[in-house]
């Protein structure tokens, strides 16, 4: 099953592929993660991305191209994937398709977390990541239970650079600007599908797997 994740940054693609990835058995593919790695170890892609993800602007399309290409043919990629936060343009979703179709595949759905703006300020301000392994924690709503320090592997808990507020603006401008039109693409291909992302994290998880089980018995037929 190939499968998109599409939505404003704080909508909770993440989280929500995290969760469900493994029950379907397909890689989650997290640009921003890989991004953010490859700028921790230092490589030349790092260096490239660095000065744009803090910004919160997108990293140029060829180089995101590039790298979601070598990620496809990862052996792992072969029975599926599920994509977050790519494509984030047109000319990503366009390369996407011509890639697919190079590699004798196809997108099977495009699910879109809708979420109210206000909703997502809040998410993103409060955000709290792990150095360690990335487990994420919200001052409101998933507080660690030692301020500072993840529940989980006792690391010490930062705020994303671009979780500030200049960033934070940035970024839903990005998005309104430059990933908004794909809601109009993937409709227009008979992919897309909508779940409200505003709702509770069980609950969003039970919306998008339903959307994947009749996704994935359509494809079995
Ligand atoms: P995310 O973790 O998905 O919010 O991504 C964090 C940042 O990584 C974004 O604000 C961009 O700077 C960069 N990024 C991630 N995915 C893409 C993409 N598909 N195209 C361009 N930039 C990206």
Sequence with gaps: MNVVFLGPPGAGKGTQAARVSSCYGIPHIATGDM????????TELGQLARS??????????EVMLRLIEERLRNPDAEK???LDGFPRTLPQAEGLDALLDRMGRRLDVVVFFRV???TLLRRLGGRWICRARGHVYHEDHHPPKVPGRCDLDGSELYQRPDDRPEAVARRLEVYEQQTAP???????RGV?????????IEEVTRAVCAILDTVGREGSR
Excluded at 35 to 42: H, K, P, T
Excluded at 52 to 61: F, H, I, K, S
Aim: aromatic share 12%.
């Design 116 to 118: 109210p703006t206000p």
């Design 192 to 200: 897309f599908r909508e779940v409200d992302g505003g709702a509770g």
């Design 35 to 42: 991004l953010r790695e490859a700028i921790a170890a230092g």
């Design 52 to 61: 744009y993800v803090e910004r919160g602007e997108l990293v140029p399309d």
């Design 80 to 82: 599926g994937f599920l």
């Design 182 to 188: 794909l809601l109009e693409y993937y409709r227009a």
